[in-house]
Structure formats: C-alpha cells, structure tokens
C-alpha cells in the first residue's frame, strides 16, 4: 500500500516532557511537510523538507525540531511540551515540493 | 492577514440537494486543493487544479488564479458527504509549496 503513514495516532503527555512522532511516505515522493492543526480546526504549516533538506521552517518554538534520515522519513520532536502544544500533528508528502500533497491520519497530542 | 478566506464557516444540506463552498485569495495562488476532512481525522484529497476546472461525481471545482478564487460545488448530497471541508491554495511567489488553509465549512448532511 502506498500512503503516508503516522504513528502513534494518539498521544497523552504531561507539561515538560519530550515527545516524538514519525511519519512515514511510500509514494517516492521528496518532499515532506508537517501541519498543526488546533482546537479550531485552523491547520498551518510548520516545517517542510526537501531530499533531507529543510527549506521551509514557519515561526514555531525553538523546543519543536523535524528529523529527516532520508526522503521517505520526517519525524518531529517536541522537547518540553507545553499545554498549547495540545494539537493534531499532520505529515504529508508530494513530488518536487510542487505538486499535490497527501496527508497522513494525524497524531492528535493532548498535554496535560 | 490571512490569504484564504473561506466560506461559509458552516453548512446543513438536505439529502439530494446542493450548493457551493468558495475560496478568495488575498495574492496570486499557483495551485490549490480541495479536501474533505472527515470524522477521523484523515484528510482526503478531493481535487487539485492549476486552473481550470475538474469533476468527479457529484462535485466539481474551479480555480481562477486572475481572479483569485475556487469554488467547490457540491450536487445531491449524501450523508457521507459530511464533514469539515478545506481549500488550501499554494503561493505563486514560491517555489516549494507550503499550502496556506482556508478556515474550513463544517458541512452536515441531514435526511
């Protein structure tokens, strides 16, 4: 099956832990991306990475860092949480950056 | 300010009738999709356009990058149809995409 793929799908934390979500695309695409979606629905971009490379990094905290190990792999780290950080984490993928996206399920982080 | 705008913010549909969802752009968008977020979660891809228009089934949608807008329209709506439906459109100034979100329109489907 080619898609993109999220785990976990859920995750409970308290204040001031480290968190980690992976995301994984089997579509061959070279470009991934990871979205904050809030309690509103509203969904921006964060990070976006092309072949390993970072090429777009949107004003987030300094504790969130993307880590990609190849084109098919970006995961996110969360050092500290914080209770806004309580979101669903979207990962999509698309070709040459230019083309249409696919999204994963989300992982939907709930920080106590 | 934001760039997309999307409306309206909610919709209730009867079974079998239909309507259009639309997006304006405050700049010059290259592309833009549509999707359809469902009760999951899971954002499904509806539609992409560069310009012009496409259709599948029940829905149909246009982009017109000069006058900076999409619409989605949707005919005899069923009760999957809904869900939270969202344009994203992508910035003609740029070269990798980052797709910038319209609000959403939570859809309801009643019988």
């Known amino acids: 099956e080619t898609a993109v793929f999220q785990t976990p799908n859920y995750h409970v934390t308290q204040v001031g832990n480290e968190v980690s979500f992976n995301c994984k695309q089997t579509?061959?695409?070279?470009?991934m991306y990871w979205y904050k979606q809030d309690s509103k629905k509203l969904l921006k971009i964060m990070f976006s990475?092309?072949?390993?490379?970072?090429?777009v990094n949107e004003t987030v905290p300094r504790r969130f860092s993307p880590q990609s190990s190849d084109k098919a792999h970006l995961n996110l780290r969360i050092k500290s949480v914080e209770p806004e950080d309580s979101a669903v984490y979207l990962c999509?993928?698309?070709?040459?950056?230019?083309?249409?996206?696919?999204f994963g399920p989300g992982t939907r982080l709930t920080v106590l | 300010g934001d760039q997309v705008e999307q409306s309206p913010s909610a919709l209730s549909l009867h079974e079998g009738t239909g309507s259009a969802l639309r997006c304006n752009f405050t700049?010059?968008?290259?592309?833009v999709q549509w999707f359809q977020q469902n009760s999951r979660g899971s954002l499904i891809n509806l539609f992409y356009?560069?310009?012009g228009t496409k259709e599948n089934g029940r829905l149909k949608s246009t982009f017109n990058s000069k006058e900076s807008y999409s619409t989605l329209h949707i005919r005899d709506a069923q009760l999957e149809d809904s869900g939270t439906y969202f344009c994203?459109?992508?910035?003609?100034?740029?070269?990798?995409?980052?797709?910038?979100f319209g609000q959403g329109t939570s859809l309801s489907v009643v019988p």
């Open positions: 999509a993928s698309s070709y040459r950056g230019r083309y249409e996206q696919y």
């Open positions: 579509l061959g695409h070279d470009t």
């Open positions: 990475y092309n072949n390993k490379q970072l090429i």
């Open positions: 700049t010059t968008m290259r592309a």
């Open positions: 356009l560069a310009s």
């Open positions: 994203a459109a992508r910035l003609a100034s740029s070269s990798f995409s980052k797709l910038v």
